[in-house]
C-alpha cells in the first residue's frame, strides 16, 4: 500500500472545552517492530478521552498525545516482527491513544479481525468498552450464567456494551439510567428492569427482582454515594467491579456487610496495562466472544451519532452533554489513491 507522507489527525491545543480539539497536518506515527500501521476508517469516542482532552487522563508513557482508544480500518504496514496479519487485513484495535486520526499505530497483539457481520464503523466501537466489560466482569468479578448483574450507567457505551455481553451469557441485568428513553433503550438491549436513578432507588428495586437475594454482580462507574448502596444491593458473595468514580471518588461505608455478606470490591483501569496483558484479553474476546457475533448472538452496541474526524469537537459537546445512548464514532476520510 503506498503511504502519504502526511495524515490529518486531531491535536489538543491545551486543556480545556471541546473547542481545543483541532484539526492538524501531522506525520504518519512510527511503528515499532511489534506494531502494525492502521489506516482509520472509524475511531470510537470513549468518555476518557473527554477526560483526557480536559487534561485529567493523561496518556501512560510512550503513547501518542493525539486522543482516542479505538479504530477500525486496513493494515496499511507491517513491524518486521508481526506474524499472522498481512497488510489489507481489515481490523479493529485497542489503542492507549493516537485513534483520532487517517492513521494509527497499534501492538499488533491489541489488533481483532473485524466480526462476521459487521462494518468497520461498528467494529470501530468495540474495543475500548469490550475490553473493559470483559475484564472487570467476566474475569474479576467472574460473572456466571444465571447469576443476576447490576450495571449502572445503562445507556452509556459501557453499559450498553454490559448489557448485550451479559445478556448473551445468560445473565439477568438489571441496569440504572438517568432518564426513561435511556430505561427504554436499556430493555430493548436486553436488561430484565432498568431503573430511572433520580426516582427510584435500586437499592429496593434490585432485593425486590432477586426477591431479597440482591444481586450478584455490580459494574460501577459512579462511585461516591453509590459505594455503601452497592454493598446493600449486592447478595451474599457479589462482587463489585469499581470502573470509575464520576459521583466522586470519596465514599463512606458500613463495613460490616463486607465480612458477613463476603463482598469483594475490587477496581481496574484497562489504559495503563501492559501491552501482553491487553493481548490477553484481545485472545479472550476472539476466542468466547467474536464467535458470537458470527451466530448473530451478539449485536453491537448502537451508535448514537457519527461525526466527520474534523468535527471531533462536536462529538466530544454530545457525550458531554449526556443525551446520547450508546456509542459515538468519528469517520475517517482517504483521498482516493
Ligand atoms: N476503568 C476503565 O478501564 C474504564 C474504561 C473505559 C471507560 N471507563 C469509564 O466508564 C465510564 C463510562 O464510559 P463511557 O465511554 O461509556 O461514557 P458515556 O457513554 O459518556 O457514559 C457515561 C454515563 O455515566 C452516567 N453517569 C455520569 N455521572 C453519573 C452520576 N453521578 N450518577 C449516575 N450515573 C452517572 C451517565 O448516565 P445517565 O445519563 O443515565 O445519568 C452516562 O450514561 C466513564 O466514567 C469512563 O471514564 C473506565
Same mark, same amino acid.
Given at each position: 500500500?503506498? &503511504? ?6 486531531? #491535536? ?32 470510537? /469516542?470513549? =468518555?476518557? @478521552? ?38 489489507? @487485513?481489515?481490523? !479493529? ?9 487517517? $492513521? ?6 491489541? !489488533? %481483532? ?16 468498552? $469490550? ?12 460473572? *456466571? ?18 448489557? %448485550? ?17 435511556? !430505561?427504554?433503550? !436499556? ?25 431479597? #437475594? ?37 465514599? *463512606? ?17 484497562? #489504559? ?7 493481548? #490477553? ?14 451466530? =448473530? ?16 469537537? @462536536? ?12 456509542? &459515538?464514532?468519528?469517520? /475517517? =476520510?482517504?483521498?482516493?489513491?
Amino acid at each position: 500500500m503506498r &503511504l502519504p507522507e502526511r495524515m490529518t489527525a486531531i #491535536r489538543i491545543r491545551e486543556p480545556g472545552p471541546p473547542s481545543v480539539l483541532e484539526p492538524v497536518e501531522s506525520v504518519l506515527p512510527q511503528i515499532g517492530p511489534a506494531q502494525v500501521l492502521i489506516r482509520v476508517a472509524a475511531a470510537g /469516542v470513549n =468518555r476518557p @478521552d473527554l477526560l483526557q482532552r480536559q487534561g485529567h487522563y493523561p496518556p501512560p508513557p510512550g503513547a501518542s498525545p493525539i486522543p482516542g482508544l479505538e479504530v477500525a480500518g486496513e493494515i496499511a504496514a507491517l513491524g518486521s516482527e508481526v506474524a499472522g496479519w498481512q497488510v489489507g @487485513d481489515a481490523v !479493529c484495535a485497542l489503542l492507549a491513544g493516537g485513534g483520532y486520526a487517517q $492513521f494509527a499505530a497499534a501492538p499488533a497483539v491489541q !489488533c %481483532l479481525p473485524v466480526p462476521a457481520g459487521l462494518t468497520l464503523q461498528q467494529a470501530a466501537i468495540l474495543p475500548e468498552t $469490550f475490553f473493559t466489560v470483559w475484564l472487570n466482569v467476566f474475569q474479576r468479578a467472574g460473572l *456466571q450464567p444465571g447469576e443476576s448483574i447490576l450495571v449502572h450507567g445503562g445507556a452509556s457505551g459501557i453499559g450498553t456494551t454490559a448489557i %448485550l455481553l451479559a445478556s448473551a451469557f445468560g445473565a439477568r441485568v438489571f441496569t440504572t439510567a438517568g432518564t426513561a428513553e435511556k !430505561c427504554a433503550a !436499556c430493555v430493548a438491549l436486553g436488561a430484565a428492569r432498568a431503573s430511572n436513578y433520580r426516582h427510584v432507588d435500586f437499592v429496593a428495586a434490585g432485593h425486590e427482582a432477586t426477591h431479597g #437475594r440482591g444481586v450478584d454482580v455490580i459494574l460501577d462507574m459512579v462511585g461516591g454515594e453509590y459505594v455503601a448502596r452497592n454493598v446493600a444491593a449486592a447478595a451474599t458473595d457479589g462482587r463489585i467491579a469499581l470502573i470509575a468514580v464520576q459521583g466522586g471518588a470519596q465514599a *463512606q461505608v458500613d463495613l460490616r456487610p463486607n465480612l458477613t455478606k463476603r463482598l469483594k470490591i475490587m477496581g481496574a483501569t484497562l #489504559r495503563p496495562q501492559s501491552s501482553a496483558a491487553k493481548g #490477553r484479553l484481545a485472545q479472550d474476546l476472539l476466542n468466547e466472544v467474536w464467535p458470537l457475533f458470527a451466530d =448473530r448472538r451478539l449485536a453491537p452496541p448502537p451508535i448514537h451519532a457519527r461525526f466527520a474526524l474534523e468535527a471531533a469537537a @462536536d462529538a466530544h459537546a454530545l457525550m458531554e452533554s449526556g443525551t446520547h445512548i450508546g456509542k &459515538l464514532v468519528l469517520l /475517517v =476520510r482517504h483521498p482516493a489513491t
